[in-house]
């Protein structure tokens, strides 16, 4: 079969690229939705002056390629495009029942889950009952007679119970302990608290400061991406496209060895759809040989 070199070739792509661990038989997997794969090339040029004549000039010229980069832009921030642009690890998290996430409510705050979306939500005070002759700590509290006590002067409990008072803000000494009445213990979704996809919001309603909560909820599964916990990994990519403006002929470019560097954008909020922007290094592929063969990168177009 014969084969034509077009000199008319006017470019435009648009295509897939795909990774995979360099060196491995596992498969070229989509990245996404990408609007822009550049190569940059750096070169160093060695000059030698004419010196045999006043007008100078070069005597003799020598360039070289220095390095390749491959910058990216991403559009799908899903959980393996994120930790390869923060050297991070992934982690797939199974819906579950949380039973008893021990939490203080302070009105106003933000109680963060230790995972998200929750449902189901319900909160329970977990102030211990009244025990005496034991050291409380400021802060503390105790539940009895239907009601919420905080001890607002640390000290030691007395040896026998004391006397409850029944009106909110009312105070009764026990021991070397003074306990503040904080009113009966309430959770209302709504009224005392408000549940968000990030965790608990704790409202101005019968939930006192510092008072300790047990919270049970449910969630979904999803993936958890921890930063910074590796470096940066080298992959095999493959861009496979069509030259929209020659015809959508085919045009393929294998990088055989890239090292992905960390993202110098990570747009998490914004009036725009978000990207992620990284820059690789194009490395030398030593298992590449062969006379006029690449061992960096190949283009084919047809």
């Known amino acids: 079969m014969s084969t034509t070199t077009q000199s008319y070739r006017p470019t435009l792509n648009a295509g897939q690229v795909y990774l995979r661990p360099a060196g491995s038989d596992a498969p070229l997997k989509a990245i996404g939705n990408v609007s822009a794969l550049d190569l940059e090339i750096s070169e160093e040029e060695k000059t030698l002056t004419d010196y045999t004549q006043p007008g100078g000039g070069q005597w003799a010229s020598v360039s070289r390629i220095t390095a390749v980069s491959a910058k990216m832009t991403l559009h799908d921030l899903d959980p393996d495009n994120l930790a390869r642009a923060v050297y991070g690890t992934t982690n797939a998290v199974t819906g579950a029942s949380v039973s008893g996430e021990a939490h203080r409510a302070h009105p106003g705050g933000l109680i963060r889950l230790a995972h998200p979306g929750p449902s189901a939500v319900v909160l329970r005070s977990a ?76 409202l101005d309603g019968a939930i006192p400061a510092g008072c300790p909560l047990l919270i049970d909820y449910s969630h979904d599964g999803y993936d958890a991406v921890e930063a910074l916990t590796g470096g940066g990994a080298v992959y095999e990519l493959s861009f496979g496209g069509l030259n929209e403006a020659n015809s959508n002929s085919p045009v393929v470019l294998d990088i055989f060895r890239l090292k992905i560097g960390a993202a110098t954008n990570l747009s998490m909020l914004g009036a725009e759809f978000a990207a992620l922007e990284v820059i690789g290094k194009v490395l030398l592929d030593p298992t590449k040989t062969g006379a006029g063969r690449s061992r960096y990168f190949r283009v084919q177009m047809v």
């Open 127 to 202: 102030a211990a009952p009244w025990s005496g002759e034991s050291a409380v700590a400021l802060g503390a509290y105790v539940e009895a007679g239907g009601a919420l006590f905080a001890a607002t002067t640390a000290g030691t409990t007395g040896v026998g119970e004391p006397s409850w008072p029944g009106g909110a803000g009312e105070t009764v000494s026990d021991g070397s302990v003074t306990w503040t009445h904080r009113g009966a213990f309430a959770a209302v979704a709504g009224t005392d608290y408000e549940v968000r996809p990030e965790g608990v919001l704790i």
